[in-house]
């Protein structure tokens, strides 16, 4: 990186505000729910924590926000260590789960809480509440108790709670998962919004993949207290880096095959042209199709050949699960219809097969990647 | 099959009217009368000789003095309560005391505080001579805390137990420190469990009167002890019975006071 991109992405806000290093946290009964993450969040950009539960993503928030101190490991805030400083003195704000909204106070009383606390002008603290109820669309809401509320008001009064302190992050934790289906698309669009115009970074922990990938710059996947992957939803969707990943996001088709050489893969008793290199050939490897990148063909134009198994209508698209001649199952989305029983052909692009070897991390995927890059670089400028 | 249900009040309804109904008009009764007639006489002397007056601030003032020493030790007792691993263990260890006989407790601390007592004889290592422990205001408000501190730390308990956890460390991540979270979420919505336990110590401190004899060495002289007093030992019973009336009326007070804004607050929670 150039002397002066790095000034840019200092001056201009794409710094790391937060840091984890090396961070691991073990429980009293032995349990470790982190082991070594290290994470760096850029200021202004909207990420998400996705995984099951029991994953850690919860815990890496909780140690963010400091209700929980990492056993091992360091956190940084805007390049300062905060790794023992308190939750109430830190400038990130949090949105819990079932909202913990004070059941003893109305909406305002709930939203001002904070800048009472620094002893702002009442004057000021009244503009500034009434300034955030109108961002989460609760206009003249502030004289109710919350008691009154719906689960979606609730969850917009602490969103505005949290936001009226000005934090340079918000985390928020499954702070959509009580809702239900609409609303919660609803607030997806909306905290996706409320993100773009403040400008401040928002660290959103789901279970939800579709969720994350709507609402995120970047998703860390998370499994048993390690980061599976990071990057773009588009990168993390189109180049899992291991089976996890790839079941967890989204829906997969994941066979067992062999490298044969660099380029090429064989899997169904069939070789094909990949997009993949720097595997030993004859390593045995695991293979991903997504669903919609399977379209359905005559016999003859296909590179593999399936008999239609069953087929469901799912408004937007058709779910079709065939078996090939070796009972390898397979889930095709299509946006045409096709009859059960029926032998199809299935037609794909080199690209859209993803190569995986057993048990790589995410490290050893990126040196690969980069290493492979770099000879077709080569290759390119040879010819 | 309503009537056929009915039948199972009975027991309840007779043991109402036997003991919880009949006393009270049979005192209310006596306490209107000379012994020969309607009488407004005890209660003109009760307003009007000072002594009375004198034992009912007394009755109050030690009451109120349990109660909030009862209350200093509980809430905190209370809150690291809830804090722990073993919750149900520790709470079986607070409230086993309350299974054992208030009269075998009482002379256990007449055994500690005597003077050849335990206390005596702990103090007596230092060369600090016997001391007057038993029969003081001290050791008789002291026993009566001990005796209440389970009925206080349990409603207080319960309501702790209820809070969020999450709704505490929304406090503290808006920036209130330790003492700003216990004034301004704890407390208020521990507040419904506080009132219970007052309600729970102060009205029965109000007519203690055995402690008061044991402990207090009669130099504690309430409501209760005068109650007794009159009954069993000067045999005036219209006496008796209307500071006995004049007691139940201050207790629907307490209650009345302790209540309003207590109810105020279940139907905040009930809407939740």
């Known amino acids: ?383 | 099959m309503k009537k056929s249900r009915m039948i199972f009040v009975i027991p309840y309804v007779v043991w109402l009217i036997l003991f919880v109904i009949a006393p009270i008009v049979l005192i209310t009764i006596n306490a209107f009368s000379d012994g020969h007639g309607f009488s407004l006489n005890n209660f003109r002397q009760f307003f009007v000789d000072g002594t009375f007056l004198r034992m009912t601030l007394n009755s109050f003032w030690y009451a109120f003095l349990i109660t909030l020493f009862t209350l200093l030790v509980s809430y905190p007792v209370a809150y690291i309560l809830s804090q722990l691993k073993n919750q149900q263990f520790w709470l079986l260890l607070i409230i086993l005391p309350t299974w054992i006989n208030l009269l075998l407790k009482a002379y256990a601390f007449i055994g500690i505080f005597g003077q050849h007592g335990l206390v005596n004889k702990f103090l007596d290592l230092f060369g600090i001579g016997p001391k007057n422990i038993l029969f003081t205001n001290f050791a008789f408000i002291f026993v009566a805390a001990y005796i209440e501190i389970p009925f206080m730390i349990l409603p207080i308990y319960n309501a702790i137990a209820d809070i969020d956890p999450a709704v505490i460390q929304a406090a503290r991540d808006l920036g209130a420190n330790k003492w700003q979270t216990f004034i301004k979420v704890l407390w208020p919505l521990s507040k419904s469990g506080v009132e219970a336990g007052v309600q729970a110590v102060f009205i029965p401190s109000l007519s203690l009167f055995m402690l008061t004899r044991l402990i207090g060495g009669n130099r504690v002289i309430t409501l209760g002890t005068a109650i007794e007093e009159y009954f069993m030992t000067t045999m005036n019973w219209p006496m008796g019975s209307t500071i006995g009336v004049i007691l139940i009326f201050l207790m629907v007070v307490v209650m009345l006071i302790t209540t309003s804004s207590d109810s105020h607050h279940r139907k905040k929670r009930i809407e939740l």
């Open chain 1, 1 to 383: 990186m150039s002397r002066l991109a790095a000034f840019l992405m200092g001056e201009f806000g794409m710094k790391d505000i937060i840091k984890l290093e090396h961070v691991r946290k073990e429980y009293d009964d032995g349990f470790v729910a982190l082991k070594n993450i290290n994470l760096k969040i850029e200021s202004g950009k909207f990420y998400s924590l996705l995984g099951p539960s029991g994953s850690g993503k919860t815990t890496i928030l909780r140690i963010i926000a400091g209700f929980s101190e990492p056993t091992k490991g360091k956190v940084f805030f805007d390049g300062q260590d905060i790794t023992h400083l308190d939750a109430s003195k830190r400038q990130i704000n949090t949105v819990f789960q079932n909202y913990a909204l004070f059941p003893h106070m109305n909406v305002f009383e709930n939203v001002a809480f904070g800048l009472q606390l620094k002893k702002k002008d009442k004057q000021e603290i009244k503009m500034a509440v009434k300034e955030a109820l109108h961002m989460v669309q609760l206009d003249g809401y502030a004289s109710r108790e919350i008691s009154e509320l719906s689960g979606g008001q609730q969850q917009r009064v602490a969103i505005a709670r949290a936001l009226v302190n000005e934090p340079q992050v918000l985390l928020l934790d499954e702070s959509l998962s009580a809702l239900d289906k609409r609303l919660r698309k609803d607030m997806q669009f909306e905290l996706r919004e409320i993100q773009k115009k403040l400008g401040i970074t928002f660290i959103f922990v789901t279970h939800d993949q579709e969720e994350a990938l709507a609402m995120s710059d970047e998703i860390f996947v998370l499994n048993e207290g390690k980061i599976q992957q990071s990057g773009s939803p588009v990168d993390i969707y189109d180049e899992p880096v291991n089976d996890f990943v790839a079941r967890f996001i989204g829906d997969s088709n994941i066979l067992t095959g062999r490298m044969i050489k660099d380029y090429e893969v064989e899997f169904g008793n069939h070789r094909f042209e990949c997009a993949d290199a720097g595997i030993k050939p004859g390593e045995k490897v695991e293979v991903v199709l997504r669903p919609e990148d399977l379209d359905i063909v005559d016999i003859k134009d296909g590179k593999l050949r399936v008999h239609v198994e069953s087929q469901l209508f799912l408004g937007d698209h058709f779910e079709i699960k065939a078996k090939d001649s070796d009972e390898n199952e397979w889930l095709i989305h299509s946006t045409n219809s096709t009859e059960i029983g029926k032998e199809i052909g299935l037609f794909f692009d080199p690209e859209d097969i993803h190569v995986m070897r057993f048990g790589e991390s995410e490290a050893e995927f990126d040196r690969r990647l980069e290493a492979y890059e770099g000879d077709e670089d080569q290759e390119d400028e040879e010819k």
